[in-house]
């Protein structure tokens, strides 16, 4: 698991940063977490499921059907689909809530992608304002993550109406069947009963 910490001029004045070259990393995901405004993009291109968490349902984009799969990521690390979750666009870096400060969140990065070298982009430049580079995932990171609480309500309205249910997925590789659990879909048949009201 990466260990993250807030970018600041304490930290990271002097230190520079790693873009993944390859998304390796990721090898091992099944599943990924979606934000309600790339779904139009993401529908497109990839399976969309809902996973249960603690809090309530979790939208997601299914990369695989087995443990430790992700099919959308070839051996060598490259992405094979033609949308990527932001995840993992903005890897290293998230958008993490600051604790105490109700609504006030900071940029992060993965402490494993921070070096004191010469190689990597720098966090600042030379009047200790933040580059270019870092300033653009800000934007990115929060544009989505601004969705992340309304993404949250939906999950928790279509819920509320029982619009979520198991999805029954059966694999078979000739010899045995193996069931796919932990994924759940919108329950077509309770959507068509839905009151009016309820509907909207």
């Known amino acids: 698991m990466p260990t993250y910490a807030a970018i600041s001029h304490e930290l990271h004045r002097n230190k520079r940063w790693l873009r993944h070259t390859s998304l390796a990393f990721s090898k091992t995901d099944t599943v990924a977490p ?73 940029l992060c990065i993965d402490e494993g992608c921070v070096t004191e070298g010469a190689e990597g982009e720098p966090f600042f430049n030379e009047n200790g304002e933040v580059t270019e580079a870092i300033s653009e995932i800000f934007k990115l990171v929060k544009q989505f993550n601004a969705s992340r609480q309304l993404t949250q309500n939906i999950c928790a309205v279509l819920a509320e109406h029982d619009l979520i249910s198991p999805w029954k997925i059966v694999l078979n590789n000739g010899v045995e069947e193996q069931s796919v659990a932990g994924l759940y879909k919108i329950d077509e048949a309770v959507l068509n009963t839905l009151s009016d009201e309820a509907f909207l």
């Open 34 to 106: 979606l934000f309600v405004n790339e779904l139009a993009a993401a529908v497109q291109a990839m399976p969309i499921a809902f996973v249960k968490q603690e809090q309530g349902f979790v939208l997601v984009v299914v990369m695989g059907l087995r443990p430790g799969e992700n099919l959308l990521v070839s051996a060598e690390g490259k992405w094979l689909a033609e949308y990527m979750p932001v995840s993992y666009r903005s890897s290293p870096f998230v958008l993490l809530a600051v604790t105490g400060l109700e609504g006030q969140q900071v």
